[in-house]
């Protein structure tokens, strides 16, 4: 099976080769499509994602992707489009979601026992919606003394996110779907998100259906974690909520994620590059070996990706071989070679 890599920078290009070696030992017969992307594709082709990247995702149909450093501040980037037209993207990780056409950016998060604490029994999966909401990025000054941004909701958008959530449950055999919004304060916006997601959940009787306000649901995830199971959310929430679930688990390197599209599709960890531990061999590879599994499940290697999930949160849970963020000493080599290890030996 050919599978696109995009090692990223910051901490990305050292995770990468400590999950691949991870993803080997399943023995799936896996090939590795390497695609640059930011500074190798600026040096090879002059832009950070040219056409050829957006047409060799497109073509591979699942990538992993490593972190990509967000430069702050730092204006927008064009892509030019196959008619020579032109867009503008507030960063790199919106423009591949945006160019690729990928919707939802599932994010599971599941406690581990011996990790998480009073979190072990965690188990939610966050469904962020990914096209729209403020990360259009449609801001613009009003000279230097104040600056407004746009936030967008579609009908569109908000039904297929809600279904595909929906039809998530019922393959994966959970019992609810939350909408989490602010419909009370943006009346037209997260009402209409609010709407959609309601009218979708008459099509799904044998799942329940709720809602709650993002700032309840932000309490209430801490006190009663039990209460959630799958939500759907705009993207800003969605975003910040999912970060706040990765703490509880224990660490945003634990917390995979996956962009789903109709083409294509790109598995990557919830975090960012962290810069500042970068090029030290202490990060954990976790979040992304995770999002490898999805990246499996989602191909059709269901017993691979279980395969990965079990020897990860069994030498986990063991608590020998953990990385910094977890409180242990070991370095992101051992880590990952721990768990190929338990890998190779459950075939
Ligand atoms: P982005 O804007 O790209 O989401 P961010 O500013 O939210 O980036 P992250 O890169 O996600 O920041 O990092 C937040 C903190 O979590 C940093 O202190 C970082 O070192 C830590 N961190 C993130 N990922 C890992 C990891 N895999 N292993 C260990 N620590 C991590
Ligand atoms: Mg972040």
Redesign the pocket.
């Known amino acids: 099976m050919r599978v696109g890599v995009l090692k990223g920078n ?2 990305g290009p050292e ?1 990468t080769s400590a999950v691949l070696q991870v993803l080997e030992a399943t023995g799936l017969p896996l090939e590795w499509v390497h695609i640059p992307i930011a500074d190798e594709a600026v040096e090879r082709y002059g832009h950070p994602l040219p056409r050829q990247v957006v047409d060799a995702l497109r073509e591979v149909k699942v990538a992993l992707k490593a ?1 990509l ?2 430069n702050k501040g730092e204006g927008r980037l064009s892509c030019v489009q196959e008619d020579g037209s032109e867009v503008t993207y507030p960063s790199l ?1 919106n423009a591949i979601r945006r160019e690729l056409k990928l919707f939802v950016n599932p994010r599971p998060l599941r406690g581990i026992p011996g990790i998480s604490g009073r979190y072990e029994n965690l188990d939610v999966v966050v469904m962020r919606e990914v096209t729209e909401d403020v990360y259009v990025g449609w801001e613009h000054r009003i000279g230097d003394v104040a600056a407004q941004a746009i936030k967008l909701t579609t009908r569109e958008a908000a039904v297929r996110v809600a279904r595909y959530s929906f039809d998530y449950a019922r393959r994966n055999g959970r019992r609810k779907v939350s909408c989490l919004h602010k419909a009370n304060v943006l009346n037209y916006t997260d009402g209409l998100f609010l709407r959609c997601c309601a009218e979708v959940a008459r099509e799904y009787p044998d799942i329940e259906f709720d809602d709650y306000m993002i700032d309840a649901a932000c309490y209430l995830i801490i006190k009663e974690p039990q209460r959630f199971d799958v939500v759907v959310t705009p993207n800003q929430y969605g975003d910040i909520l999912s ?1 706040l679930g990765a703490g509880l688990v224990g ?3 634990l917390a995979p994620g996956a962009n789903i599209g109709e083409v294509a599709s790109v598995f990557e ?1 919830s ?7 970068a090029g030290k061999g ?4 976790v ?1 992304l070996l995770l999002s490898g599994a999805l990246l499996l499940q989602h191909a059709g290697h269901g017993r691979e990706a279980a395969s990965v999930v079990r020897a990860t949160r069994a030498v986990l849970g063991e608590g020998k071989v953990l ?3 977890l409180g242990g000493t070991a370095n992101t080599l051992a880590l990952a070679g721990a768990i190929a290890d338990r890998v190779r030996a459950s075939d």
Not at 282 to 285: G, K, L, S, T, V
């Open positions: 910051g901490i995770i972190p450093i967000v990780n970060d660490s945003l390197g960890a975090h960012g590059a962290a810069p500042d531990i202490i990060a954990n590879p979040a990385t910094r963020d």
